[in-house]
Structures are given as structure tokens and as C-alpha cells.
């Protein structure tokens, strides 16, 4: 009954066990992060199992503020972009030692709580017009697919294309195929939680199969946490110039990341209210605390996880589905060898990232095509963010063109001031990047 009470299950058409499935699901489609996130910091001279335990710590915290305060099923974990661009890009790439490269997520992380707490986020949130919010939601759903797609190596990459068809004889292919089948015929019958029933059968048979190992060990105690904790250089990131377009980088990926990705969960699971996101304070101050602990405790910024969607599309429409994640993620710190047998099978996670991307694009009917002004910029929010592989450029691309369409048509008051501020702070951030 409290637990009715609290996450208002009645109010939004679900029940404790519909939450507690979605709360599996997403976990299980997000599990990979808790060994791939180590494994690419690793490559900056980090201990793997500092940042293990800080990566998991660090989730725990963001995604149990996200559902115990804002009562939304979202997941926060560290980005698996973001760590990327942390380790090849800041550390290995412009020989930054990774004790800096953690002060500059830490002071960008400040200032997205310091703007969180303004409101800022909110009001920003409120100024993107319908149609790149839609246009976002879809264009994630495409990214995940295409994401699915790649670790289930249904796709390849090709030095003649770009990319191509992957080789079906390769056994996570014909694996994930079979995963993706039974998981779209459970679908088509309107079967109840038929992606997480996808994943288990997927699972059982891979097993039976051979090609899910049993691990020599399942518990192992939490070791090496002093290597990362606290090894924080703050005061590098604020007086080193070289390290100021680093931090500004952290933030604005940070910031337009994680509001992309509520957004479009948001829109999916049903809990915009007329065009805007009910409590969405709560949600913010989830991932902007989430990021300032993390870089605390010794990783990349934390994001809200696009993998969400899969508890989403089981039912999940509270944050209990978000506090049953959290409790998985604090049970993972004792089985590290089970963690890692899991993130290792693409073809369990693949197909629900293929499905959940597919049922995102539903938003697509939001978008008035008829009307190039609103469509346009919709348009290449929708196809850049999976080709250029990131959630930020495609948002900033919409960000771009919207404004300048409206400049051009005669309509310039018609935009939120906000809107030409991150104009020209994406046009910046383009051109730095590419510089």
C-alpha cells in the first residue's frame, strides 16, 4: 500500500510487478557498463576495480535519487561516449594526466547542479518546441537500434561503405537473430513483458548452447576503491587554459546528453504533460548529482541511460522501476564475475535495444511534416544523432538550424532566447571539436 502511495502506481496504469520486471529489464540491457566503463578507463592508467566500484557506486546514488525523488524510470550510470572521449580523446590523445581530466568532470558537473538548482535545465527543457522534442526521442531510438544492431554484429564496418551487412555465420549474429525473432513474435501476440521474456529465453538457450561460460566464481568481496577515490586534480582543471575547453565539453555533452535522453524516455513512457516534464527538478538534480559524486569517486560523468527505454516498453512508469535498478547495480558490487559473464553476451541485450528503438519512433507522428520550418530541423536531429554516434551532436544540430530557419523566415521573436544562446554555444563547441 505505501508503495502504491509513494510511486502513485494506480495514477499511472501499473503495479508492483510490472515495476520490478521493468526494473530487471533496464538493468540487464545496462549491465555491460558496469565492465565496459572499467575496461576503457583502464586505458588511462586507472585501476580497473577502483573504477568498477566507483562506477557502480556512482549509479546506485544517481538512480535512486532519480527514482525515490522524481519518481521516473530512468536509469543513471556513467556514459559510455563520455568515457570514451575521458580516456582516448583528454587523457591518451592530448597527455592529460587522468587525475586532471576527473577535476574537469568534477567542476562541470558543479556547474550543471549549480543550473539545476536555478532552474535552468527546466526552463531550457520548456523552450524546445515540440517538434525537435519529438524529433529527439526518435532520433535516440534510431541510435539505440543502430547500437543494438552493432553489438549484435548484425552490422559491420565496411572500408568501401562505411558500414554493411555483418556475417551471419558468426555465432553472435545467428544468436541475436534468434533473440530479435522470438522477441518480435512475442511482441506481435501482445504477450506480457515479452522483451525480458525475450532476454531469457535468449539466455537459456545460449547457455544450453555453450555460448554463455558458468563463471569459477560468482561472489568476490570490493577491493582497490582507495585507487580512484578522491584522486581528484580540481586544482589543475581551474588554472591549467588548456583544460577550460575540456570542462566546457564535459558540460555541454553532459548537459544535453542526459535532458536529450529524459526527454525522450519521458515522451515514451507517456509522462510529458502538455509539452512539459511534470517534476522535472527532482529529475535533473538526479544525474547532476549523480556526475559531481562520480568524479568524487573516480569516473567519467554519468548520464541517464537511453537503455531505460527497455523497462519502459515492459511497463515501467515509476521510479520503482528505477529503485529495483539500483538495488541490482549494489548487489553487482559482490558478483563481479556473474557482472561480467552477463555484459559479455550481446546476444541477450541487442535485440531489446533493436525493439526499444523501434517503439520510439512512435514519436514521430508529433512532427507536422507538412511544415518544413518545424520538420526540417526535426530532421537532422532525427538522422545525425546515429551517424555521428551521439546524442549531443544531433540535439545541437536541431539547436542550430531551428533558430536560424526562423531568423531567415522573418519569425526570430517567435524562439526562446535560450534557444540562440546554445545556437552559438553549439556552433562553438562544432567548431572546437573539430579543431
Not at 511482441?187 to 545460449?206: C, D, H, K, Q, R
Not at 523497462?311 to 561480467?340: H, N, Q, S
Request: net charge neutral; hydrophobic share 55%; with cysteine.
Amino acid at each position: 500500500m505505501f508503495l502504491e502511495e509513494k510511486f502513485k502506481f494506480k495514477e499511472r496504469n501499473t503495479n508492483l510487478r510490472t515495476e520490478i520486471l521493468a526494473g530487471v529489464t533496464t538493468f540487464i540491457t545496462m549491465s555491460y557498463i558496469i565492465i565496459v566503463n572499467p575496461a576503457v578507463l583502464q586505458k588511462a592508467g586507472m585501476n580497473f576495480d577502483g573504477v568498477f566500484i566507483a562506477t557502480i557506486l556512482a549509479s546506485v546514488i544517481g538512480t535512486l535519487i532519480m527514482g525515490l525523488a522524481a519518481n521516473y524510470p530512468i536509469a543513471i550510470a556513467p556514459g559510455l561516449g563520455m568515457n570514451a572521449y575521458f580516456a582516448f580523446v583528454i587523457v591518451l590523445g592530448a597527455g592529460i594526466p587522468w587525475q586532471s581530466a576527473l577535476g574537469s568532470v568534477f567542476i562541470a558537473s558543479v556547474i550543471f547542479l549549480l543550473l539545476s538548482l536555478t532552474g535552468f535545465r527546466e526552463a531550457l527543457i520548456k523552450a524546445i518546441p515540440v517538434s525537435l522534442k519529438a524529433g529527439i526521442s526518435s532520433g535516440i531510438g534510431l541510435f539505440i537500434s543502430f547500437i543494438g544492431m552493432q553489438n549484435a554484429h548484425l552490422v559491420a564496418p565496411s572500408p568501401a561503405t562505411i558500414i554493411t551487412m555483418g556475417n551471419f555465420s558468426d555465432p553472435i549474429a545467428y544468436m541475436s537473430l534468434l533473440g530479435l525473432f522470438i522477441t518480435i513474435i512475442l511482441l506481435v501476440n501482445e504477450v506480457p513483458a515479452a522483451i525480458f521474456l525475450g532476454m531469457a529465453i535468449t539466455a537459456i538457450i545460449s547457455f544450453c548452447l555453450g555460448y554463455i561460460p558458468f563463471p569459477d566464481t560468482i561472489f568476490s568481496l570490493p577491493s582497490h576503491f582507495d585507487t580512484t577515490f578522491m584522486h581528484l586534480n580540481i586544482h589543475a582543471a581551474l588554472f591549467s587554459p588548456n583544460l577550460y575547453a575540456i570542462v566546457f565539453t564535459f558540460f555541454l555533452v553532459t548537459l544535453f546528453d542526459t535532458t536529450g535522453t529524459m526527454i525522450g524516455i519521458a515522451e515514451q513512457a507517456g509522462l510529458m504533460k502538455n509539452n512539459e516534464f511534470p517534476n522535472v527538478n527532482g529529475a535533473l538534480l538526479a544525474d547532476a548529482i549523480a556526475s559531481t559524486i562520480g568524479a568524487l569517486l573516480g569516473t567519467s560523468p554519468t548520464s541517464s541511460y537511453i537503455e531505460s527505454g527497455t523497462g519502459v516498453a515492459v511497463g515501467g512508469r515509476t521510479g520503482f522501476t528505477a529503485v529495483v535498478v539500483a538495488i541490482l547495480f549494489l548487489i553487482m558490487l559482490f558478483l563481479a564475475p556473474l557482472a561480467k559473464v552477463l555484459a559479455d553476451v550481446p546476444a541477450i541485450t541487442s535485440p531489446a535495444l533493436i525493439i526499444v528503438g523501434f517503439l520510439m519512433m512512435s514519436n514521430l507522428n508529433k512532427i507536422n511534416w507538412r511544415d518544413a520550418e518545424e520538420s526540417i530541423p526535426a530532421f537532422f536531429v532525427l538522422f545525425w544523432m546515429p551517424l555521428s554516434y551521439s546524442i549531443t551532436n544531433g540535439v545541437g544540430a536541431g539547436l542550430i538550424i531551428y533558430p536560424l530557419i526562423k531568423i531567415f523566415r522573418g519569425k526570430y521573436r517567435s524562439v526562446h532566447p535560450l534557444l540562440y544562446v546554445f545556437m552559438v554555444l553549439f556552433i562553438i563547441q562544432f567548431v572546437m571539436t573539430n579543431h
